[in-house]
């Protein structure tokens, strides 16, 4: 498929231009399983993510060392417990910068999370494995991150340690500056650190599908790369432009700039996971004991749409779908994220590779439908609040996952029997539930602020049964 860019793209991506080599180089050149490439819509997708429990990620099966960075979060912790389980020796670095979040905006995970040195005593007692936790800043403490790669020797440094919510990234100035020194300089602190280690470490960075933007392609969204045409009718492969809808998204497409520069100048071996939001709380590994549970949020900064609605749908809160809820974006459930990152781990880029870049989402879903979903399962009603964000009131999204299912990967897709794992866990900890902090608190503009000036956090109410149940 190709694009046509007009001339107003090209000057802001010439600096993203790949050489035809890159171009044509692709993963699944490199794959032992044969699988048919045809176009794959992922909407419309019904595969089933099965390289389960003691099933092996395509690619090298060696165990490996690997620092998890962000491993005390949503998604790094139980990455850290997946590839643990799988056998590669994991050290976890956090400098809880989350916690602290949720101390400064009153609120935490609903979810009882242990601190870091219970939750990895309780991992070696259940399992008889070692995680190492290391509390540093990966945006500030750049010697004892370079001193960490020499005296650990990882094979492979996953990067999760960023600020990710984009409502937060919108709270303030003070939230934007924070947002960008944090992301920008740890992913610049990471590879300056590989270097300077003189280490061949594999980098897989977690980046997101809203490096895209939402429905600017003209079609499907090919995976980190598009060919085009130039003015001249030159053709040529780039990075797929960037077209960032917050503060915290525009970081993630600044690092992938980053990624690139540094492939090109040092030969860095990288891997960017362009990942869509993802939903779930518990894996086969986080629900092995109660110590080990995975973060769960609900808020309006940092808890995501999918968590969100199931929360409220456990709680009888009206669903608080913003706009017309004609948004479209992807989903994967955190079971698969962890088994993308290993199958990141297994199948690293040679070193001369350009940026090897993923899709990690399973499946396209549109919010109101989504909502449509929930308040089928739980009898509540969808309630069509102002939208705190500047972002397009409907969007169509069709975006290829083609390279990990070429690994392997047969996505989960939304499933109602996984809603009620959720819903289960919902209600087990709804007494923890702080129902003012629902409603969306962070604004894109004067604009957007002055339209969701109606919305009264102390409206929320949990449904009467829940609260005398709770
Ligand atoms: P999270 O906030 O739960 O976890 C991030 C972790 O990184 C936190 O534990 C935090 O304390 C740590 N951290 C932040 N800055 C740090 C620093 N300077 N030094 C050391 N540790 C630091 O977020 P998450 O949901 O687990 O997301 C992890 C990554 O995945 C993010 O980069 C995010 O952009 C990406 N991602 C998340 C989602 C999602 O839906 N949650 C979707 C797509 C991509
Ligand atoms: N939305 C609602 N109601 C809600 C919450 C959200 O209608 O109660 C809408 C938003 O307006 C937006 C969509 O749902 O259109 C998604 O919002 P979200 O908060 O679930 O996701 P987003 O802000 O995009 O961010 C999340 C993660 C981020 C990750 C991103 C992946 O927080 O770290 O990068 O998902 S993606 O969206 O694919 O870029």
Redesign the pocket.
């Known amino acids: 498929m190709r694009f046509l860019f007009l001339a107003a793209f090209i000057p802001a991506f010439a600096a993203s231009f790949t050489g035809p080599s890159a171009f044509r180089r692709d993963v699944a050149s490199r794959n032992h399983v044969a699988r048919e490439s045809n176009d794959f819509q992922i909407s419309k997708a019904t595969f089933v993510l099965n390289m389960a429990e003691n099933g092996e990620a395509n690619g090298s099966s060696e165990k490996k060392k690997v620092i998890v960075l962000g491993g005390d979060g949503f998604c790094g912790w139980p990455t850290s417990l997946h590839l643990s389980d799988q056998g590669h020796d994991v050290v976890v670095v956090d400098n809880l910068s989350r916690r602290n979040i949720d101390v400064e905006l009153g609120c935490e995970s609903l979810t009882p999370i242990q601190p870091m040195d219970v939750r990895v005593k309780a991992w070696k007692e259940v399992t008889g494995k070692d995680i190492k936790f290391v509390n540093l800043d990966v945006a500030e403490e750049y010697d004892r991150l370079v001193q960490l790669f020499k005296d650990e020797q990882p094979d492979a440094v996953v990067h999760f340690a ?1 600020q ?4 937060y990234s919108m709270k303030s100035s003070k939230a934007k500056r924070y947002t960008v020194d944090n992301n920008v300089s740890g992913s610049n602190n990471l590879c300056c650190a590989v270097i300077d280690s003189e280490l061949d470490i594999h980098i897989v960075h ?7 933007g ?1 429905g600017t392609s003209g079609g499907e969204i090919p995976e980190g790369y598009i060919d085009v045409v130039l003015p001249g009718g030159r053709e040529s492969n780039i990075l797929h432009p960037a077209y960032p ?2 503060v ?2 525009a970081t ?1 497409c600044l690092d992938a700039l980053l990624w690139q520069f540094y492939q090109k100048n040092d030969q860095l071996r990288i891997t960017d996971l ?5 939903w779930g709380t518990n894996t086969p590994q986080t629900i092995k004991d109660e110590r080990l549970i995975n973060r769960f949020d609900y808020d ?1 900064d ?8 199931l929360m ?1 749908g456990a709680m009888g809160v009206p ?5 017309t ?1 004609g ?1 479209t ?3 994967i459930h955190v079971t698969d994220t962890c088994k993308c990152i290993e199958i990141a781990i297994n199948n690293p880029p040679a070193v001369g590779d350009r940026v090897e870049i993923f899709n990690q ?1 399973a499946e396209t879903r549109r ?2 439908d ?2 449509a979903l929930v308040a089928e399962q739980t009898g509540v009603e969808v309630n069509k ?1 102002p ?3 500047q ?1 397009a009131a409907e969007n169509e999204l069709d975006v290829s996952n083609r390279k990990f299912c070429n690994l392997g990967l047969e996505p989960t897709t939304l499933d109602t029997g996984l809603f009620d794992e959720v819903t289960e866990i919902v209600k087990k900890y709804k007494h923890r539930c702080n129902p003012t902090k ?1 409603l ?1 608190a962070s604004f894109w503009n004067k604009k957007r602020a002055e339209e969701c000036a109606s919305l009264d956090p102390d409206s929320v109410k949990i449904a009467e049964e829940e609260k005398a149940s709770a």
Do not use: C, D, W
């Open positions: 960023e990710r919510a984009a409502p977690l980046g997101t599908m809203g490096v895209y939402y809808g917050s915290y998204h993630k362009h990942q869509g939001i993802v309006g940092y808890g995501t749409v999918l968590n969100r609605f409220q669903l608080t779908v913003y706009g809820g948004q974006r992807a989903f989402v919010v109101r989504v909502a609040i939208n705190p964000r972002e629902i969306p």
